[in-house]
């Protein structure tokens, strides 16, 4: 009682200051700041901002080791260990600055990393393999000693461990109390729960973990690689040439990356050591028309997110025109129905000395203006982009160097070839069939010559489409219908040259059962016409299908998830991951033309 009287007149932070130190009553403590703070609530006005005590960036100003614990170290614990040191490669930290991230339990009873928990962690691109190997163990006084910061999940396990290390009162903290978006909140054990409840305990701990990886990051780069921050804006995309395989693009690159201490003092007038154009080269580049800077290199102050309470970075700022002509390599045995990837490759120095890493304060890394990439004949679906390095197998020296890759994925437009070369190799095939009705033992010569002019025509289409693609060691599904009608119309020929022929060495008589023979061959030849295109329609609706679902499909590299496609008015987000209806139309078209063929055939038959 006397506890709860005296909490009445002094504020909560400075309460647990002052009592935690002493164990044996830290549990009754707790329970009468509870108590207490209850009864505040109903006096006291609702604070809009929460003081976070003892929390800052200082706490990792110097080698961080940060120390996460749970109950049994299977899921929670094992999920936020797994994503801080994730978070931390990304920014290059371990390698930097020698950081650890691991975790602990307060009741280990043996395991490892549960199922549910591994398949959040891959959902958020977090790789798992060292995570398969996760064996659950007990916290142990070591591991108290050599963690600088000791994160926990709900108030019991700072009790526990207040308990048994009382003189770590300062290391322990909520993993929440360093999210920006809630504070002084618990996170519940998702064991024997949903897989959407690992889904949601991840995501609500990524917001804490990130301001701890944000935290660890140094206000200047003193050792390891340079971590470049890029953020992308393309102002052209086109002239996409299927027969040289090539395509334009205009890149406005914004690379921002930490000077070192004698640049940040001399206030940048030195310049950088870091050579910003010379380590930007275009590799798939056949030619570069621009690569400079479009301003002159100069240090900026970045601000700060939402929740931050670290120092204002000072970073180098730099603005890089590219423009050039970029060699692809499509794929074309769905040609004209298929989908392709432009592929923008830009590689820097060794990854021990630079790598790439997207700008931490921006949640778009490309945005693309649609109105400035004049894409004839191509329709958006998404894009993405991969920040790798290359196999150092491929290196005389054993190298890797780091590689950003930028990939536009469109969807060729196909009703242009339909109206141009499908429907009048279509009409040519149907023209086939009224040789029928010239008589077959006595026009057979204007059978013949009318035959072959259809089929010279079939060739002459064939040469259009080799002036459309390159020379490719495969047949396209475009060549593939044009020859279908070169060999129909050939066999039409070759059946009235056997008819005549078998006539003419048959007996008189036999011009009646020659004829017929020949109306069923045109029955026949009716069929297959009809059967066959209603059969290839409804193969091209799902190659097509096929190919918008290998583009939208993810990558092994898990592709970022932030990059729009921007209009004049408003912005729309076209991402890998997206169910995009983008082609909605074209699919209703194919769809619409497919039931009039299947009507048209049926009625052929009949």
Excluded at 213 to 240: D, F, H, M, Y
Excluded at 290 to 296: A, F, I, T
Aim: with cysteine.
């Amino acid at each position: 009682l006397c506890i709860i009287i005296w909490m009445e007149a002094k504020p909560r932070e400075a309460a647990v200051n002052s009592l935690v130190v002493h164990p044996n009553v830290a549990i009754n403590v707790e329970t009468s700041l509870r108590f207490a703070q209850k009864r505040r609530s109903s006096t006291r006005k609702p604070q809009t901002e929460c003081v976070r005590p003892r929390l800052s960036a200082n706490m990792f100003k110097n080698d961080a080791r940060v120390l996460i614990v749970c109950t049994g170290n299977t899921c929670r614990s094992a999920m936020a260990a797994f994503y801080l040191q994730w978070a931390l490669e990304q920014q290059g930290m371990f390698a930097a600055r020698g950081l650890r991230a691991w975790s602990r339990g307060v009741a280990v009873d043996g395991g490892s990393c549960n199922p549910k928990a591994l398949a959040a962690l891959r959902a958020n691109g977090v790789p798992t393999g060292e995570a398969e190997q996760h064996v659950a163990t007990q916290i142990s006084e070591a591991d108290v000693a050599e963690a600088s910061a000791i994160c926990v999940m709900t108030r019991g396990h700072r009790e526990r461990l207040l308990l048994l290390y009382p003189g770590a009162v300062d290391k322990i903290h909520l993993l929440l109390s360093f999210s920006p978006i809630t504070f002084d909140e618990e996170i519940s054990d998702p064991y024997g729960e949903a897989q959407e409840r690992y889904d949601g305990c991840l995501a609500l701990m990524k917001p804490a973990l990130d301001t701890i990886a944000q935290w660890c990051r140094p206000a200047t780069w003193v050792k390891g690689p340079r971590l470049i921050e890029i953020s992308i804006t393309v102002q052209r995309v086109g002239n996409v040439d299927t027969l040289l395989e090539t395509c334009e693009a205009f890149l406005l690159i914004d690379a921002y990356w930490l000077p070192s201490e004698a640049e940040l003092a001399a206030d940048g007038k030195g310049g950088s050591s870091w050579d910003c154009v010379s380590n930007f080269q275009p590799v798939n580049a056949t030619e570069v028309t621009k690569l400079e800077l479009r301003k002159p290199l100069v240090l900026k102050k970045v601000a700060n997110q939402p929740g931050y309470k670290g120092p204002t970075l000072i970073k180098w700022h730099a603005m890089l025109d590219i423009h050039g002509k970029f060699k692809q390599q499509f794929a074309l045995r769905a040609f004209p129905l298929d989908c392709q990837s432009l592929r923008l490759r830009l590689e820097m120095g060794n990854v021990k000395a630079m790598r790439y890493i997207p700008v931490e304060q921006q949640e778009v890394l490309v945005s693309v203006e649609r109105e400035l990439c004049p894409l004839t004949g191509w329709s958006w679906v998404a894009a993405s982009i991969n920040f790798t390095q290359t196999d150092p197998c491929l290196s005389e020296q054993s190298n890797s160097y780091a590689q950003m890759v930028i990939e536009f994925h469109l969807a060729r437009q196909w009703m242009p070839y339909l109206w141009r070369v499908v429907l009048f190799t279509f009409l040519l095939m149907v023209s086939s069939t009224l040789v029928y009705v010239m008589d077959p033992i006595e026009e057979c010569p204007d059978r013949l010559s009318f035959s072959f002019t259809l089929l010279l025509t079939s060739v002459a289409f064939q040469f259009t489409i080799h002036s459309m693609i390159p020379a490719v060691p495969y047949m396209t599904l475009l060549e593939k219908y044009v020859l279908s009608s070169v060999v129909m119309i050939f066999f039409v020929a070759l059946w009235s040259a056997l008819v005549n022929g078998a006539h003419s060495i048959s007996q008189e008589n036999a011009s009646v059962f020659y004829k017929w023979l020949d109306k069923n061959a045109g029955l026949l030849h009716l069929t297959l016409l009809a059967s066959g295109h209603t059969a290839g329609l409804i193969y091209c609706v799902r190659e097509r299908r096929r190919q918008l679902e290998l583009l939208r499909a993810p990558s092994c590299n898990a592709p970022a998830k932030n990059i729009q496609v921007k209009r004049s008015s408003h912005v729309h987000t076209c991402v890998s991951s997206n169910d995009g209806n983008m082609h909605s139309d074209q699919f209703t078209s194919l769809e619409r033309t497919l039931s009039v063929v299947k009507a048209a055939s049926a009625a052929a038959l009949l």
